[in-house]
């Protein structure tokens, strides 16, 4: 017993304590001011705004920011990038590669399911060290990038083919057994998380930014495993009988690629702004929403 009443540590304010004080005064008075500073600095230097600005070599040159898509990458449009910017004479038209040029293969299902859109946008736009690579900011805009990171992702990975009894099917999978937490449009705000009481919040498919920083394979495993403590439940072996759907690993990869239609398309954004009179009317919609919501500041200016 008494060997628990000793005291285990001993205090001594001479050498611990106040070392430890002073390197944190020290800390305070020359790091902090200094951090300030350079934060200071930084904040000044930032361009905002006009993509076409963006796209100059002297504001990319130094910055390397990513520059999200203004809306979801197609993957269509991408192939049209492809061809513009020549991609094809290093990677062929079917991605496998040239011969003497590249020996990458973009069609593996393998290297892409590891590969985060985010890093591929990073690549594409700023080129890597130590490889001479066609930079895409240089003839190209940011969202013709994303676009083009999303076709280089369909040469192994595809998205569901829109209209398909497969995607029918999928949608109605995840109606089933997934919209509850995530929602049906996928922004997390299903019925069991109405009062908020899930924590975390079950994730927005709509968020970009999260879904460009994941590979597949973490999305593979997420939904496959589930995600122990945050009420993400593992689907792997499960079953929806009522669909006659079993939750094998081929139907996981169905879960995933319909994961990333949320936040990418294959439709074209650019037949949406083209001819095509029910595209428009489609696309007409969020432009409207915005004038609406522009109009009153406009007016008070
Ligand atoms: C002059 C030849 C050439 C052209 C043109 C070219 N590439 Fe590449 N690309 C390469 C080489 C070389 C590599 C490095 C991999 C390798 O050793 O084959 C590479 C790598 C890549 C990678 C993988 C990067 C990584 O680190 O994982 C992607 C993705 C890619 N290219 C896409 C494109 C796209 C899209 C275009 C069109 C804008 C393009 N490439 C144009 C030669 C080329
Ligand atoms: C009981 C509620 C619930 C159900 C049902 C559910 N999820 Fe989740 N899900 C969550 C929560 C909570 C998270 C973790 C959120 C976080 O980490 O921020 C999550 C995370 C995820 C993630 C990981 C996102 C990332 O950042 O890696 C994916 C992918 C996912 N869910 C897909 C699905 C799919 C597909 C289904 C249906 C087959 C499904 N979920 C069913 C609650 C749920």
Redesign the pocket.
């Known amino acids: 017993m008494t060997r628990f009443n000793k005291p285990v540590f001993k205090f001594n304010p001479y050498s611990g304590f106040a070392g430890v004080a002073t390197s944190l005064l020290v800390l305070l008075l020359v790091v902090l001011p200094a951090v300030t500073l350079v934060t200071g600095c930084a904040e000044q230097v930032k361009v905002s705004g006009d993509d076409t600005q963006l796209v100059s070599k002297n504001v990319t040159k130094g910055g390397r920011e990513a520059i999200y898509p203004d809306d979801r990458p197609s993957e269509p449009d991408g192939k049209v990038v492809?061809e513009k910017?020549?991609?094809a004479?290093?990677?062929g038209a079917d991605g496998k590669?040239v011969s003497g040029?590249?020996?990458?293969d973009?069609t593996s299902k393998e290297y892409m399911r590891k590969?985060k859109p985010i890093d591929?946008y990073m690549?594409?736009a700023f080129g890597?060290d130590g490889?001479t690579?066609?930079l895409?900011l240089e003839k190209a805009s940011s969202q013709q990038t994303w676009n083009?990171v999303y076709y280089?992702r369909s040469l192994a990975t595809p998205l569901l083919p829109m209209g398909t009894k497969d995607y029918e099917q999928v949608v109605a999978v995840f109606g089933g057994n997934c919209a509850v937490c995530h929602g049906p449009k996928g922004y997390g705000d299903g019925p069991l998380n109405k009062y908020n009481v899930l924590e975390p919040n079950p994730a927005n498919f709509q968020n970009y930014r999260r879904f460009y920083d994941r590979t597949d394979d973490v999305l593979y495993d997420h939904i496959a495993n589930g995600i122990k403590w945050e009420g993400m439940p593992g689907f792997l072996g499960k079953e929806d009988k009522a669909k006659k759907v079993k939750f094998d690993e081929a139907y996981i990869w169905k879960l995933v690629a319909y994961v990333r239609a949320f936040h990418s398309t294959n439709k074209s954004l650019l037949a949406a702004s083209g001819a095509a009179k029910d595209a428009q009317a489609d696309s007409a919609k969020p432009d409207e929403a915005k004038k609406d919501e522009a109009k009153p500041a406009g007016e008070t200016k």
């Open positions: 492809y910017l020549s991609c004479e290093c990677h590669g040029k590249s020996t990458l973009l590969q591929q690549f594409l890597k490889l690579h066609p895409t083009l280089v």
